[in-house]
C-alpha cells in the first residue's frame, strides 16, 4: 500500500472522448508533450463508434490509462465515473479537440503547491477554428483575471473555460459534475464552489487553444437560445440549493440574474430593439445615463464653445496612449478644443490633464445605449458641422468611426492608431474599414503601421490611392538635462505599464527568478497594477509600486533606474521607451511592432528576437548579465539611448507636425 502512495502521480489529466477521432490525436500529443512529467493521463472513451479507441491505443506512452465504456452514457456520467479512478493530488480537465501549451501543468501545479488557499486554477484560452487557426478570445474569459472578477462575473456568465483548469482532486471528489446541468456541468460546479468561497487563481496568459466547431458542445449551446439555456442553468443551480437548505446572498445574484435572462428571452421575441437597450438598464445606472445625456445636450444646444478641434478618446484613465493623447491635445490647447471621451476609463488618473487642455465631455454611458447613442451622434454632427473649417480627431474609439456618416463633408475628419491588434481580436483598423474613405488623414507613430496599412487595404480590395493620407508623426517626451548617473552595485530593473495580456507581465517575474538565480546584484520594480499579473512563485523577486500618476514620483523613479524591461507580444512604440531613453535608462525588449524604428540592436538598447518563452527568459537574463559584469557598456548604451532621445523625440516637433494638421489654416 505504501508503495503505491509513493508511485501516485502529482496530477492527474482527465479527458473523456465520444467520436473525436478528427482532433484527437493532437489534443493527446500536446499533453504528452508537457514540460512537467508527473502526470497520469485517464481517458474515457465514451462508447466511440469511430476510429478513436484506435487512435488512443496507437500511443505507447504508460502514463495512458484508458477507460472503454461499451455505450454511449454521456459526457457528464463519464466524467463522474472516472473521478473515483483518479489518483493524483490534482487533476487537470482537457477536451479532445483542444490544444494545451507545453508548459499548461508545469505553470498551473507551481501555483497550487505554493497556494495552499487557493482550489482552482485556470488560464486564459485562445479561439481555434476547424483548421487550427486562431479567431479571437472569449470575451468572458479575457476580461476576468482576479478571484473578486471572476466571484464578479459568475452569477451572470461563465467565464472559466473547463478544458484549462486544474484543481484539487478532494474537491472534485467532494462536489462532482451535476448530471442535470447537460451542456454547462463547469459552470455548475464553479457556482457550487463559489457559494463555498472556494478560491480561484487565472494565470493571465492562454495557455490552451479552444476550439470551436460545428459539433463542439459550445458550438451547440450558441445555437439555442443563449438567455433561455441560461436561465435554464441559473434556475437549475438555485433549486439545487434551496433543496439543500442552503442559501446565501451569492445564490440571490444567480436567482436574480436568471430572472434577468427569463425577461430577456421574452423580450427578444417582442422586438428586436428592446433587447439591447434593457440590457444595459441592467449594468447601469439610468440617472447617470440622463445625465449624461442632459449636459450633452445643453453642451450642444446652449454652452457648446466654438472651436475648429474635437476629440474623441476612449479614456483618461493612466496609460500610455493616453499620455500621446494629452500631449496632442497640449499642442492645440490654447484653441480651446473639445474632448469628447467614449469609454469607460478604469481610473481618473489623468482626468485633470484632459480637463485642463480641453472642455471634457464624457459620453461614454450615452454609447452604449443604441437610441441614445443615434441621438448623441445627430446633436455632436449637428454642433461640429455648424462651422467651417473644423477638424476632428479620433484614437481607439469605435464611436468615432460610427460617427464619421453624420458628419457634412466640410469637416475634416484624422484618426490616430498606435499599433494593429493580433490577428483575431477586434480594434481600430477593423471598425475603420467601412468608413475609410471618409478619413482624410492617417497618423501612424511606427513605420511596422504603414506596412500594416498596406497589407489591410489590398486584402479589402481598398483603393491603394488611399494610402497617401497615412501620415508618420512619431510621439514625443519630456528630455530632462543630462544627468551624471551614479551605478551602483545593484542594478534597478524596471517595468512600467499595465496588466495587458500581450504584455505578458509573468515572464517579467521569471526572469527576475532567473537573475536571482544566477547571483545577478540586481532589483525589480514593477509600476502599475500588475502584481496578479506576476505568478505567486515570483512575486518574492519583485516590489510593486501600483499605479503613479504623479510625474515628480514617477521621474525620481526612472532617475534611480538602470534598466527598463519589456516583454510584450506586441506594440506600437510605447511611450515608456521614449520615457526611459530621455532618462538615460537602457531598453531590452522584445524585437515587436515599430519598436527597432528607435531602438538598433547593441547600440542605443537591446532587442531580444527568441522564440518561445524559455528562450525570452533565457535571453534576458543573458543581456542584464553582460551588463552588470560590464558597467562601461551599460554607460555607453545609456548614453546613446540619451543621445537618440534628445534628437528624435523633441517634443517642439510633436507640437508643430500636429498643429500643422489640426490647424491648417492657422
Known amino acids: ?126 479561439l481555434i477554428d476547424t483548421e487550427g487557426k486562431e479567431t479571437g478570445f472569449w470575451p468572458e474569459d479575457i476580461h476576468t483575471n482576479t478571484n473578486e472578477e471572476i466571484y464578479r462575473m459568475l452569477p451572470y456568465e461563465n467565464c472559466i473555460a473547463n478544458p484549462t483548469v486544474m484543481l484539487r482532486t478532494a474537491l472534485l471528489k467532494k462536489y462532482r459534475y451535476n448530471s442535470f446541468q447537460k451542456s454547462s456541468e463547469d459552470w455548475d460546479l464553479w457556482l457550487r464552489m463559489a457559494t463555498d468561497n472556494h478560491k480561484f487563481y487565472k494565470i493571465n496568459e492562454a495557455l490552451v487553444k479552444y476550439r470551436i466547431h460545428s459539433s463542439s458542445i459550445t458550438a451547440g449551446f450558441n445555437r439555442k437560445s443563449v438567455f433561455r439555456k441560461k436561465n435554464s442553468i441559473q434556475f437549475r443551480y438555485f433549486w439545487t440549493r434551496i433543496s439543500k437548505g442552503r442559501l446565501n446572498k451569492f445564490d440571490i445574484k444567480v436567482l436574480k440574474n436568471g430572472f434577468i435572462n427569463y425577461c430577456k428571452y421574452v423580450l427578444n421575441g417582442l422586438h428586436p430593439s428592446i433587447l439591447p437597450i434593457w440590457a444595459r438598464v441592467r449594468t447601469t445606472n439610468l440617472i447617470k445615463v440622463l445625465g449624461q445625456f442632459y449636459r450633452l445636450f445643453v453642451f450642444c444646444n446652449f454652452t457648446g464653445k466654438k472651436t475648429s478641434v474635437y476629440f474623441f478618446f476612449p479614456y483618461y484613465h493612466i496609460g500610455g496612449a493616453e499620455k500621446v493623447h494629452i500631449d496632442i491635445m497640449e499642442a492645440v490647447a490654447d484653441k480651446k478644443p473639445v474632448c469628447f471621451i467614449t469609454g469607460i476609463s478604469s481610473n481618473n488618473g489623468f482626468y485633470e490633464e484632459f480637463k485642463s487642455r480641453s472642455s471634457l465631455i464624457d459620453i461614454s454611458l450615452l454609447a452604449n445605449y443604441p437610441g441614445l447613442s443615434r441621438i448623441s451622434k445627430n446633436m455632436i454632427s449637428k454642433l461640429i458641422g455648424s462651422t467651417n473649417g473644423v477638424v476632428t480627431f479620433g484614437c481607439n474609439s469605435k464611436y468615432y468611426y460610427d460617427l464619421l456618416p453624420y458628419f457634412k463633408q466640410n469637416v475634416k475628419c484624422i484618426d490616430l492608431i498606435h499599433a494593429f491588434v493580433h490577428p483575431g481580436e477586434d480594434g481600430a483598423e477593423y471598425w475603420s474599414l467601412p468608413v475609410i474613405e471618409r478619413i482624410d488623414n492617417r497618423i501612424v507613430i511606427n513605420k511596422k503601421t504603414i506596412e500594416d496599412y498596406k497589407s489591410q487595404y489590398r486584402e479589402n480590395h481598398k483603393n491603394e490611392n488611399l494610402l497617401s493620407r497615412i501620415k508618420y508623426i512619431p510621439n514625443c517626451t519630456n528630455v530632462p538635462p543630462a544627468i551624471r548617473r551614479i551605478y551602483d552595485k545593484r542594478l534597478k530593473i524596471l517595468f512600467v505599464g499595465r496588466n495587458g495580456k500581450e504584455k505578458r507581465i509573468y515572464l517579467i517575474g521569471k526572469i527576475a527568478g532567473s537573475v536571482k538565480r544566477e547571483n545577478i546584484q540586481a532589483d525589480f520594480e514593477l509600476v502599475g497594477d500588475v502584481e496578479t499579473g506576476v505568478l505567486p512563485d515570483d512575486r518574492q523577486y519583485c516590489t510593486f509600486r501600483g499605479e503613479i500618476s504623479d510625474e515628480n514620483e514617477m521621474q525620481k523613479i526612472y532617475e534611480s533606474a538602470d534598466i527598463l524591461l519589456l516583454t510584450s507580444t506586441r506594440e506600437g512604440f510605447p511611450m515608456v521607451i521614449m520615457e526611459a531613453m530621455a532618462n538615460r535608462l537602457v531598453v531590452i525588449t522584445t524585437d515587436v511592432g515599430g519598436i527597432r524604428d528607435h531602438i538598433t540592436n547593441g547600440e542605443n538598447g537591446i532587442l531580444i528576437s527568441s522564440v518561445g518563452e524559455e528562450n525570452l527568459i533565457k535571453d534576458f537574463t543573458s543581456a542584464i548579465k553582460q551588463l552588470a559584469l560590464d558597467r562601461g557598456r551599460l554607460k555607453e548604451l545609456s548614453l546613446n539611448a540619451y543621445s537618440y532621445a534628445k534628437l528624435n523625440f523633441n517634443k517642439q516637433n510633436f507640437r508643430n507636425a500636429y498643429r500643422s494638421l489640426l490647424l491648417p489654416n492657422e
Open 1 to 126: 500500500m505504501r508503495e503505491q502512495e509513493i508511485n501516485k502521480p502529482i496530477v492527474t489529466v482527465l479527458m473523456a472522448v465520444y467520436n473525436g477521432e478528427r482532433y484527437l490525436k493532437e489534443s493527446i500529443e500536446s499533453i504528452l508533450g508537457q514540460t512537467f512529467k508527473d502526470f497520469e493521463f485517464l481517458i474515457i472513451n465514451d462508447g466511440s463508434t469511430d476510429s478513436s479507441p484506435e487512435i488512443i491505443n496507437s500511443f505507447s506512452d504508460s502514463r495512458i490509462r484508458l477507460i472503454n465504456n461499451p455505450v454511449n452514457i454521456g459526457v457528464i456520467n463519464a466524467l463522474n465515473l472516472a473521478v473515483d479512478k483518479i489518483q493524483g493530488e490534482y487533476v487537470a480537465r482537457m477536451d479532445c479537440d483542444d490544444i494545451c501549451a507545453p508548459q499548461r501543468l508545469e505553470k498551473e501545479v507551481a501555483i497550487l503547491k505554493s497556494n495552499l488557499g487557493i482550489s482552482v486554477v485556470a488560464s486564459h484560452v485562445s
